[in-house]
């Protein structure tokens, strides 16, 4: 003990004072953002050296019996309904079928307890809802899942008073009452801190009666469901100017339950995002009162919406954005393995040039490595965990996959999927693109900001600690706990060092993992060496930054990168182990575990080279990088990994699963259909060309008989319609553009008809 007092007064003491003006210092708003969430599997990442018992033993996705059901019976039934082109082009707005089945199916109420009248799903089965249906309809699919996210509903179910949950959440569940939520106000954007909508406590009248109440200002554009919503959940800053609740004058954000039929509220007018006619627009309120029992968890709550938004995003950044996402990127896949393999070029299919088996096997790896992240979020989300960093790890890199995916999915589609029209499968969900990167923060600052600027101080074994000793008021106190916590940090950081050099000169041939990982057990073992790396280097980057790192975006970006890298192939790993470890998925994993690596050790390498503290730079690339680490995926795995998604394999089958059964897009219906029918015809066809005739001269010789040669008709037609695209008549164009006069060809230029004689 004495030797510990020693240590305190004369080694920790200096470093105490400069921390306290080095290290950033956490404002109220930050405490309350950093205690909203848990931290889980990222912080294992965070350690340096991953206990990968802890991912292993993790359960595996599972629904039960009633949600599965419903995700056959009611969900299927909904999406064989929904048209997006006839949404977004000719009604804008879903048919009326539509809005009352998912009233009376229970669609918004899918988080809602039984007990309130809800479905009571779990996270995974909300999942799936949504996965299901953008597959379909990005239009139906958002209308679903913004009850079922930040909204009304989450805030009530975590913070609502008794009295609250019991009028509101059997309404909500029901359809009586429409919800949306408003939050991004016109001149804060992304900064919820600086929304200048305002309620300001006062006297009003409430039923008849004078009631202590909030005087709501409030002007909120970007909101889903505004345009209909029954009622809507209001952030703003709440002030009481005449201490009619005590001495504070600006108590905080606050959100608060608005009934839109109140005197003052303005909503019915529409946004169009990106050509997707889901409901959103602006919502607008002018002097609106309401009582102070309107406040979401009572008056405890007022000045506490921070820390509820907080714990609510989980929902729409962890759940329905990457759920979205994945459904786009799953589509991507198996639409374009398909039509690589039916579409030919030169006489071969354009699945075998090797510029459009890079596409393939990208969105392939992709597909499967984005599925597993959103299988084991939900896995954690039903645990109970608030996984904030790991929800915006989610909702960036989700979106960010599916752009990517959807990017290559239009170049492997070429001038297919350029052309607008009802057999247009892609069109709609690449226009969206821009939808999700932008919504519930966006991804710029989920990034730069949030992923390891939150993930940093949460899940670091130490800092949030020693950031709290520092905060401490009594100056021995705080000098005290900074010192315990403060050697832990070193001693982490020391043993953390060795295990980086260690396992980087060793080419991570000694990095831990687990003993019967098999075919997956160098993936394990270089996740262990990159997880060592990442976290010397965030070490590094505290030391000679301090607070300043808050500023160096940049820095805090790539880091960000490396840790989001990890958390997926994390995920992908579970996943193939979960599936049963399929020899057959192998390509998958390998070439999403290669293409991690190349931009782990590529972010890596740009942080450390923009240090400040260059000789830092120089120590860590000495340490972690001592040679290249990786460069990708090679030409013959990017090969393997192209062909699982363009032949009829249980890989492609796995990948898909029964996304696009009974309720898939026509044109995508029909792309099935060739491509089996291109699949079970290509032995005519190798006979044709190692008989070297044409079909005909084969049918004439007696090569192939007249069944034969009309199977090969047949898929030749099928291609045929796969291949083309949709055209429309100028009159059948003013039914979308309502000023298109005339149907008539243009007379030719004076000059040119002249020149015809």
Not at 241 to 254: A, R, Y
Not at 295 to 316: F, K, N, P, Q
Request: aromatic share 8%; net charge negative.
């Amino acid at each position: 003990m004495q030797i510990r007092h020693v240590r305190r007064d004369y080694l920790t003491r200096p470093i105490h004072r400069w921390a306290k003006v080095a290290l950033p210092t956490m404002s109220e708003t930050e405490a309350e953002a950093l205690s909203a969430g848990d931290v889980w599997w990222e912080a294992e990442l965070f350690s340096g050296t991953p206990d990968w018992r802890k991912l292993r033993e993790t359960d595996p996705p599972r629904l039960t019996d009633e949600e599965q059901a419903f995700i056959d019976g009611p969900c299927r039934e909904l999406c064989a309904l929904v048209d997006d082109w006839r949404v977004n082009h000719l009604a804008a707005d879903l048919p009326e079928e539509v809005w009352k089945m998912m009233h009376d199916k229970g669609f918004f109420g899918m988080i809602i307890p039984k007990k309130y009248g809800g479905l009571g799903f779990s996270a995974l089965a909300h999942s799936e809802v949504v996965r299901l249906i953008s597959a379909r309809s990005l239009v139906a699919a958002v209308t679903v899942m913004v009850p079922n996210s930040l909204g009304p509903g989450e805030l009530l179910m975590q913070f609502g008073t008794d009295t609250q949950k019991d009028y509101w959440l059997p309404r909500l569940a029901d359809g009586t009452e429409l919800p949306a939520f408003g939050l991004t106000s016109e001149e804060a954007g992304s900064d919820a801190a600086a929304m200048n909508d305002t309620g300001i406590v006062c006297e009003g009248e409430w039923e008849g009666e004078k009631v202590l109440g909030l005087r709501l200002n409030w002007a909120k554009r970007y909101i889903t469901l505004s345009p209909v919503c029954t009622v809507l959940g209001l952030a703003f800053k709440m002030r009481d100017p005449d201490g009619l609740l005590g001495d504070t004058e600006d108590i905080g954000i606050t959100c608060a339950l608005v009934p839109t039929s109140l005197d003052g509220v303005e909503t019915g007018r529409r946004h169009i995002p990106a050509g997707q006619m889901f409901l959103n627009g602006p919502t607008t309120g002018t002097d609106v009162f309401v009582p102070l029992d309107n406040i979401i968890g009572g008056r405890e709550y007022a000045g506490r919406g921070w820390m509820m938004l907080m714990s609510a995003l989980a929902a729409g950044r962890g759940i329905s954005l990457p759920s979205l996402s994945a459904a786009g990127t799953v589509m991507s896949a198996h639409t374009s393995g398909a039509y690589a393999r039916v579409r030919q070029q030169f006489g071969i299919p354009v699945s075998k040039f090797g510029g459009v088996q890079e596409r393939l096997a990208r969105v392939g790896a992709n597909a499967y490595a984005l599925d597993a992240a959103r299988q084991l979020t939900c896995v954690g989300l039903d645990q109970g965990q608030a996984l904030a960093v790991i929800s915006g790890i989610m909702k960036a890199n989700a979106t960010e996959r599916m752009r990517d995916a959807l990017n290559d999915a239009m170049d492997v589609h070429a001038g297919k999927a350029v052309i607008d029209g009802p057999g247009n499968y892609l069109s709609e969900h690449y226009k969206a693109i821009p939808i999700g990167i932008t919504v519930e923060g966006a991804n710029i600052l989920t990034r730069s900001l949030i992923i390891f600027g939150q993930g940093a101080i949460r899940a670091h074994p130490h800092l949030l600690d020693e950031m709290q000793a520092l905060e401490i008021e009594d100056d021995a106190g705080s000098l005290d706990a900074f010192d315990r916590h403060f050697w832990a940090h070193v001693g982490h950081t020391t043993a953390t060092f060795f295990r980086a050099l260690g396992r980087a000169w060793t080419g991570a041939r000694l990095a831990p993992a687990p003993r019967d990982a098999g075919a997956v057990t160098q993936i394990y073992r270089r996740m262990s060496r990159w997880s060592a790396a990442f976290a010397l280097t965030s070490d590094f980057a505290f030391l000679t930054l301090g607070g300043a790192l808050k500023q160096r975006e940049m820095l805090s970006a790539r880091l960000g990168d490396v840790l989001s890298e990890l958390y997926f192939l994390s995920a992908t790993l579970k996943r193939w182990e979960n599936e049963g470890k399929k020899e057959a998925d192998l390509p998958l994993v390998h070439f999403a575990a290669e293409t991690a690596f190349a931009k782990i050790s590529r972010s890596l390498d740009q942080a450390q080279a923009n240090l400040p503290a260059r000789w830092a730079g120089w120590l860590l690339r000495a340490v972690t990088l001592p040679r290249h680490a990786s460069r990708g995926p090679s030409d013959a795995l990017t090969a393997d990994c192209a062909d699982l998604i363009t032949e009829p394999t249980e890989t492609r089958a796995r990948l898909s699963g029964a996304l696009f059964e009974n309720c898939a897009h026509e044109g995508i219906a029909q792309l099935d259909a060739a491509f089996a029918a291109v699949i079970d015809c290509a032995p005519l066809e190798k006979r044709l060309r190692e008989a070297d005739m044409t079909q005909k001269q084969a049918l004439d010789a007696g090569k192939i008989s007249k069944a034969e040669n009309e199977k090969l008709n047949a898929m030749k037609a099928a291609v045929q319609k796969v291949i083309a695209v949709d055209d429309f008549a100028p009159d059948e164009l003013a039914a979308f553009f309502p000023d298109l006069k005339s149907s008539k060809p243009k007379a030719a230029p004076k000059a040119s008809r002249k020149a015809e004689k």
